[in-house]
C-alpha cells in the first residue's frame, strides 16, 4: 500500500521534475531547442529539401572544418584567449598541403601529418608570443591573421588554384565510409551497426555514472525521466543513422570530427590538463598559486588550436578539391561564434566541446538552410550575427541570476 | 572655539554577519587635524566610507552632521560637493596624463563645449603652490616619485575647494623625507582653513600633527585624546588601540614537541619591479618542526610580500639578496607549482581573488593542488576523488549539501576550510597561513585553530602571518613582528604581550 502511494507520487513528478530540469538548465535547452526550431523553419521553408538525406550530408561534410575549429577554440576562450588567425593558418595549412601533395607527390597520410607539424609550429610560435613575451592573445593572433593571409597568397603566387587530383585526399570532406562488401540490402549496414554500437556505448556510459552517482548518494535524475531521457537521445541518434544509413553512410568527415571530440572531451572531463584548463579559465591567480603551469597548459592550448586550424585546412581543401587563395576567410568568425552558441561563457571558465559541436550545427544550419533558400550572402552574415549576439547575451544574463 | 565643522552620531554599520560600526560617534572641530587609530579591521576605512557616501544612505544607521546640516550621501559625488574630500591609498591618478590634466579630471574646466586649457594650466599652477610643489604642471604623473604624486592628489582635492579632506594612510608608502614634507603641507593646509582627517599606523607622525586623535577598536570608539591641552605618549595610544580581552577561544595544545628547523629565510631583500623600491630588507625568520610561527604586523608591513616571493612568484617580486634553506638545503622556486613539490603550501589572504575557483565544486577546489596523486596514467581517477574530497568534507567539517557544491556559494568559513582541505591532501611541510580567519565567525575561527594544532602535532611546521593581536598571541609558539619590510622583533609566546607586539608593529 505504502510503496504504490510513492510511485504514485513520483510518477506525478515528472513533470514538475521535468520543469525543474528545464529551468535548472535552460541556458543548455535553449541551444537545442533553438537547434530544433532553425531546423523545422528551414524544412519548412524550403519545402522539405534540408532535411533530406543528401542535403543532411552534404551539411556535415560543409561543417566539418568549423567543428574542427570550434573545438579548438573552446579551449582558448574558456581560457579567456581569443585566436583571430585561426582563418588564415587554416587556408595557408590547405596550400601547403595542396603543394606538398601535387608538387613534391607525398604520400596523403605523411603530407597529412607534415601539415599538422607545420599547425603545431604555428601554434608555439604565437603561444610562446602570448605566454613569454606576454603579447595579449588578441594582437598576437590579429598580427598572424596578417601573415598567414599573406604566406597564404605568397604560397599560391605562382601556381593560382591548385586543383587536388587525389581521391584520398578529396575523399575525407566528399566521401563516405565503405559498406561492408558482400551484402546488398538497400541500406548502408556499417553505418547502421556504427549507429547501434554508439547508441550501446551511451546508455553503458549512462548507467554506470548514474550507478556511480548513486553510490555517493549524489542527486541522480529519477528513474522514468533518467529513461525519458535515454529513449530520446537514442531516438535522435537513430534518426540521423538511419537518414544517412538510407542515402550513402557516414561521411568521413563525421568520424574525423568524433574523434577530435572524443579525444577533446576526454582531455577535458578526465585528465589533469582538462582540469588545469577549467581553473585558469575561472581564476588564474587561483591556478598558478595552486601549483599549476598556466603558461605552459596555455602554450598548449595555442598548439593544438593551431594544429586544429591545420586539420581543418586539410578538410576545407578536400572539400573544394582545390586550394584556393580565398581559403580561410570568415573562418575564424564561425568557429568563436559556434563555441559561444554552444554555452562557452565570455567570462571564461566554462564550456564544453560537445556543446561546441550543437553551437556549429546551429551555425552551420543557417549558412545552409538559407544558401537553400537563396539568401543573400550580405543577409546570411547579418542573420548569423544577430543569432550570435542573442544567444550570448542570454547566456550572461542567465548566468548572472544563477549566481 | 568649538567649532564642529562634522560630526557622525551612532553609527552602525553592518556586513552580512560583522558589525563592522557599532554606534560610533566621531567630532571634528573646524580647521583641526584629527588622526583617526585603530588596528586593522578596528572600522576605521569603513567609517571613512560611510562619512563619503561609497556607502550610501540608508546602508547603514545614524547620522552625518556636516556644517549643522543632516547629509544624506548617494555618492562620493554628493560628499565632494559638500567640500568632503578623500584621498586613499592607492592613488586614483591617470599616470599617462599630465599634472594639470589630472587635477582636474573629473571637473574640467569649461569655455563653453570644449576644456579651457589655459585657464585649467594656470589654476593647476596656483595649486601646486599651495601644496608646495615646484614642478611643471605639464609633467606627466609618471614621471613623479610617490611623494610628489601624494601632494598632486591633495592639490586636486584643493581644485574642489576641499573643506574637510580625508587621508587614508598618506605616508605608508613614503620614505622619512617625503613625509616630513607631506605633514608640512597639512599641517600649512590648516592655515588656510581646511580640516583634515587623516588615518594612520605611524604613532610619531600622529603626535606630531594631530590636534586631536581618536582610537577605534573592534568597531566602536573607544576615546578622542585631545592633544592641544596635553601632549600624548605612544603608549597611552598602544593601550587605548589594544586592551582586547582575549577570549578563551584559543584550543590549548599539550606536550608541544620541536623538531629541528623546517624552513630558514636569510637575508632575504626584495623589490618591487614596477615601484623600483625594496619591500623587504634583510629578513631573518625561520621556523621548526611542530611549530606555530606567528608573523605579526599592520597592513602593508610586508608579510604577504614576504610569503609570495618566498613561494615562487617571481614574476612580480625582485629578489636582491637572500636565501632559502628547507631542512638545511639551499633552494629556489621558479614557480609555486616548484615551491608545492619541495613541500611548501601557501594559503593565501583573498579566498576569493587567488584561493579558490568560485565556479567549481568543493571536489574540484581540493583536488586541484594534487592531481597527480588522484591520476593513474592519463586518467583522473574520479572514485578516488570523490572518496578523498568526502573524507575531508566529514573530517573538518565543511558545511555543505554535498562535495558537488559550487564553492562562490559557501560562507568565508567553509571556503577557508575547503582551502585547507587542499592543502592538508598536499601535506606539505611547511604551511604558510595568510590570515587564516579573516572574515570567519567565531564557531568556525575555532574549528580552524583546533585543525592547525592538529597539523603541527603530525609533525607540520606553520608560519602564520595575521594582523589581528589576540590571535598571533594565542596560537603562535613564537612570534615575528614585521613592520615597512623589515623584522623589528622576535618574541617568545610567554614574554609576549599586546602592547610589546603593538609597540613593535608601530616602528619605523
Request: proline fraction near 2%; aromatic fraction near 6%.
Amino acid at each position: 500500500m505504502e510503496t504504490k502511494q510513492v510511485k504514485k507520487s513520483s510518477e506525478k513528478n515528472i513533470g514538475s521534475e521535468f520543469l525543474h530540469l528545464l529551468k535548472a538548465n535552460v541556458r543548455d535547452y535553449m541551444m537545442y531547442i533553438a537547434l530544433v526550431i532553425i531546423m523545422i523553419f528551414f524544412t519548412w521553408k524550403t519545402n522539405g529539401s534540408f532535411i533530406t538525406a543528401r542535403n543532411l550530408s552534404n551539411l556535415i561534410n560543409q561543417s566539418g572544418y568549423v567543428a574542427v575549429l570550434a573545438i579548438g577554440m573552446t579551449l582558448i576562450l574558456i581560457l579567456k584567449h581569443i585566436d583571430l588567425s585561426v582563418g588564415y593558418v587554416a587556408g595557408f595549412s590547405g596550400a601547403v598541403a595542396a603543394i606538398i601533395l601535387t608538387q613534391l607527390k607525398v604520400n596523403v597520410w605523411f603530407t597529412i601529418l607534415l601539415v599538422l607539424i607545420v599547425g603545431l609550429l604555428i601554434g608555439l610560435y604565437q603561444g610562446i608570443l602570448v605566454t613569454r613575451v606576454g603579447v595579449p592573445a588578441f594582437v598576437t593572433t590579429l598580427a598572424g591573421m596578417f601573415i598567414f593571409r599573406g604566406l597564404l597568397s605568397l604560397t599560391l603566387q605562382k601556381t593560382g588554384t591548385i586543383i587536388i587530383p587525389d581521391a584520398t585526399f578529396n575523399a575525407l570532406s566528399n566521401g563516405f565510409i565503405p559498406d561492408i562488401p558482400g551484402l546488398d540490402m538497400g541500406i548502408h549496414v556499417l553505418t547502421v551497426v556504427i549507429g547501434v554500437i554508439a547508441v550501446a556505448l551511451v546508455i553503458f556510459s549512462q548507467l554506470k555514472a548514474r550507478r556511480n552517482r548513486l553510490k555517493y548518494n549524489f542527486k541522480v535524475l529519477s528513474m522514468p525521466m533518467f529513461l525519458v531521457s535515454l529513449v530520446f537521445v537514442t531516438a535522435i541518434i537513430m534518426t540521423i543513422i538511419v537518414v544517412l544509413a538510407k542515402y550513402s553512410g557516414i561521411p568521413w568527415t563525421a568520424i574525423i570530427v568524433a574523434i577530435v571530440l572524443l579525444i577533446y572531451n576526454f582531455m577535458l572531463n578526465k585528465t589533469k590538463l582538462g582540469r588545469y584548463i577549467y581553473g585558469i579559465g575561472g581564476n588564474d591567480q587561483a591556478a598558478e598559486l595552486s601549483g599549476v603551469d598556466v603558461k605552459a597548459v596555455t602554450l598548449f592550448a595555442f598548439c593544438s588550436m593551431s594544429a586544429l586550424a591545420a586539420l581543418a585546412g586539410v578538410l576545407y581543401t578536400s572539400r573544394l578539391q582545390s586550394a584556393t587563395p580565398a581559403a580561410g576567410l570568415g573562418f575564424e568568425l564561425d568557429a568563436i561564434a559556434s563555441s559561444y552558441i554552444g554555452g562557452t561563457a565570455v567570462s571564461g571558465g566554462i564550456g564544453k566541446v560537445t556543446n561546441t559541436i550543437i553551437g556549429v550545427l546551429v551555425i552551420m544550419s543557417l549558412t545552409n538552410g538559407m544558401n537553400l533558400m537563396g539568401v543573400d550572402v550580405s543577409y546570411q552574415y547579418i542573420v548569423k550575427g544577430i543569432i550570435f549576439i542573442v544567444a550570448v547575451a542570454f547566456d550572461v544574463r542567465t548566468r548572472k541570476k544563477g549566481r | 572655539m568649538s567649532d564642529c565643522i562634522l560630526e557622525m552620531k551612532n553609527i552602525t554599520k553592518v556586513f552580512p554577519g560583522v558589525k563592522a560600526l557599532n554606534d560610533v560617534n566621531f567630532k571634528v572641530e573646524r580647521g583641526e587635524i584629527h588622526c583617526l587609530v585603530g588596528e586593522n579591521g578596528a572600522g576605521k576605512s569603513t567609517l571613512m566610507k560611510v562619512l563619503s557616501g561609497v556607502y550610501r544612505h540608508g546602508t547603514y544607521t545614524g547620522d552625518i552632521i556636516f556644517e549643522n546640516q543632516i547629509q544624506r550621501f548617494q555618492s562620493i559625488a554628493d560628499s565632494e560637493d559638500k567640500g568632503i574630500v578623500i584621498i586613499y591609498q592607492e592613488l586614483a591618478l591617470v599616470p599617462e596624463l599630465s599634472i594639470y590634466e589630472n587635477i582636474f579630471f573629473g571637473h574640467e574646466i569649461m569655455n563653453g563645449m570644449t576644456i579651457d586649457w589655459n585657464e585649467t594650466i594656470s589654476q593647476a599652477t596656483k595649486m601646486l603652490e599651495k601644496v608646495g610643489l615646484k614642478i611643471d604642471p605639464s609633467t606627466k604623473v609618471k614621471d613623479l616619485g610617490v611623494g610628489n604624486q601624494q601632494l598632486v592628489e591633495i592639490a586636486k582635492a584643493l581644485s574642489k575647494n576641499v573643506k574637510v579632506l580625508i587621508l587614508d594612510e598618506p605616508t605608508a608608502a613614503l620614505n622619512e623625507d617625503d613625509s616630513e614634507n607631506l605633514l608640512r603641507i597639512i599641517k600649512e593646509l590648516k592655515t588656510h582653513g581646511v580640516t583634515c582627517i587623516m588615518i594612520s599606523h605611524k604613532l610619531k607622525e600622529i603626535i606630531a600633527i594631530a590636534d586631536t586623535i581618536t582610537v577605534l577598536r573592534d568597531g566602536a570608539t573607544i576615546c578622542s585624546l585631545d592633544a592641544e591641552k596635553k601632549a600624548i605618549t605612544e603608549a597611552e595610544i598602544i593601550k587605548n588601540m589594544v586592551g582586547r580581552e582575549i577570549d578563551n577561544i584559543y584550543p590549548k595544545r599539550e606536550n608541544k614537541k620541536f623538531g629541528d628547523v623546517c624552513l630558514e629565510i636569510k637575508d632575504w631583500t626584495v623589490e618591487d619591479p614596477v615601484k623600483g623600491r625594496d619591500i623587504l630588507h634583510n629578513v631573518n625568520i625561520n621556523v621548526r618542526k611542530g611549530e606555530i610561527v606567528g608573523l605579526q604586523g599592520l597592513m602593508g608591513a610586508g608579510r604577504t610580500e614576504l610569503a609570495l616571493s618566498i613561494f615562487g612568484n617571481s614574476k612580480k617580486y625582485k629578489l636582491k639578496s637572500g636565501e632559502v634553506l628547507l631542512n638545511g638545503e639551499k633552494k629556489s622556486f621558479k614557480n609555486p607549482k616548484a615551491a608545492i613539490k619541495a613541500g611548501i603550501a601557501y594559503v593565501t589572504e583573498d579566498r576569493k581573488g587567488n584561493g579558490l575557483v568560485l565556479i567549481r565544486d568543493i571536489k574540484y577546489n581540493i583536488s586541484i593542488s594534487n592531481l597527480d596523486k588522484l591520476t593513474n596514467g592519463l586518467v583522473i581517477n574520479e572514485n578516488e576523488e570523490i572518496t578523498i574530497a568526502n573524507e575531508f568534507k566529514n573530517s573538518i567539517n565543511i558545511k555543505a549539501p554535498s562535495i558537488m557544491q559550487k564553492v562562490g556559494n559557501l560562507s568565508g568559513g567553509n571556503q577557508q576550510k575547503v582551502q585547507l582541505a587542499k592543502w592538508m591532501f598536499v601535506k606539505p611541510q611547511v604551511l604558510i597561513l595568510d590570515e587564516p580567519t579573516r572574515g570567519i565567525d567565531v564557531g568556525a575561527k575555532f574549528e580552524i585553530y583546533s585543525l592547525m594544532n592538529k597539523l603541527v602535532e603530525q609533525g607540520m611546521s606553520i608560519i602564520m602571518i595575521s594582523s589581528e593581536l589576540p590571535e598571533v598571541l594565542g596560537m603562535s609558539d613564537r612570534l615575528y613582528v614585521m613592520s615597512e619590510g623589515t623584522i623589528t622583533g622576535e618574541l617568545l609566546a610567554e614574554d609576549a604581550n599586546e602592547e610589546k607586539v603593538m609597540a613593535m608593529a608601530v616602528k619605523s
